[in-house]
């Protein structure tokens, strides 16, 4: 799954509550997510996004893997 953020020039992506994010660059503005590396659940993943005047701003992505 492909993840996107986007306003900034700094990114930062981590799982809310700790753990694997199973992200494949968690400083990248359009990470992907990998479902195949991700045992079944719900990840909160947070993005602090930070721009030319060290502005910040957060959010929260919530992706859901399903077992197969």
Do not use: H, K
């Amino acid at each position: 799954v492909q993840l996107s953020a986007s306003g900034g020039n700094q990114y930062s992506w981590a799982r809310v509550g700790g753990g694997p994010t199973y992200l494949s660059n968690t400083s990248s503005p359009s990470p992907t997510f990998s479902g195949i590396a991700a045992p079944a659940g719900v990840y909160d993943l947070e993005v602090t996004v930070t721009d030319n005047n060290l502005c910040t701003d957060t959010d929260i992505v919530r992706v859901t893997v399903e077992a197969l």
